[in-house]
T-cell receptor, first 112, second 113 residues
Framework: EAQVTQNPRYLITVTGKKLTVTCSQNMNHEYMSWYRQDPGLGLRQIYYSMNVEVTDKGDVPEGYKVSRKEKRNFPLILESPSPNQTSLYFC???????????FGSGTRLTVV | SQQGEEDPQALSIQEGENATMNCSYKTSINNLQWYRQNSGRGLVHLIL?????REKHSGRLRVTLDTSKKSSSLLITASRAADTASYFCATVTTTSGTYKYIFGTGTRLKVLA
């Protein structure tokens, strides 16, 4: 089944403890992206990647890192999480940026 | 900044009625897409309309695009309780060889049985 797999689904962590949210797609998509969704603010892009080893900042990149060493994986790293990073996170991939996204199921992160 | 702004923010209708949602944007676009999100789940792509298209259909969905007014509308005909969800528009723009998606804040649709 064509899908984007994110893990974990839920995560509660403490301020400052490094964490990684994994994202993997099995559709050979070149374009991948991370979003955060907050009430009243819609989806805001954190980082995106046009292809392997090509990443770029979205609208809200501060406090996040990404890497794209393989085409299928696009992990999101929070080196030192803070409470304002509590949010619902989505990974998405696309054949190209002119096609629709396939979204993962989301990761609900709480930083206390 | 939010490119796509949906209107209304919330909509409640009876099953069988039509639901119309609107999206306005500010800059030239490559294409515009509509997505559905069921409570807290991942977004599902519904339909894409390119900047040189004016109307597109998919099942009970009809999307229009007016580039002169920088607006789009999504019509769901003969709505069902299962259509209850949030609907988002996303604009795709091209800049210096890269693409950018910007999502709006969404319309919450409730279909009453």
């Amino acid at each position: 089944e064509a899908q984007v797999t994110q893990n974990p689904r839920y995560l509660i962590t403490v301020t400052g403890k490094k964490l990684t949210v994994t994202c993997s797609q099995n559709m050979n998509h070149e374009y991948m992206s991370w979003y955060r969704q907050d009430p009243g603010l819609g989806l805001r892009q954190i980082y995106y990647s046009m292809n392997v080893e090509v990443t770029d900042k979205g609208d809200v990149p501060e406090g996040y890192k990404v890497s794209r060493k393989e085409k299928r994986n696009f992990p999101l790293i929070l080196e030192s999480p803070s409470p304002n990073q509590t949010s619902l996170y989505f990974c998405a991939s696309s054949f190209s940026a002119s096609y629709g996204y396939t979204f993962g199921s989301g990761t609900r992160l709480t930083v206390v | 900044s939010q490119q796509g702004e949906e209107d209304p923010q919330a909509l409640s209708i009876q099953e069988g009625e039509n639901a119309t949602m609107n999206c306005s944007y500010k800059t030239s676009i490559n294409n515009l897409q509509w997505y559905r999100q069921n409570s807290g789940r991942g977004l599902v792509h519904l339909i894409l309309i390119r900047s040189n298209e004016r109307e597109k259909h998919s099942g009970r969905l009809r999307v229009t695009l007016d580039t002169s007014k920088k607006s789009s509308s999504l019509l769901i005909t003969a709505s069902r309780a299962a259509d209850t969800a949030s609907y988002f528009c996303a604009t795709v723009t091209t800049t210096s060889g890269t693409y950018k998606y910007i999502f709006g804040t969404g319309t919450r649709l409730k279909v009453l049985a």
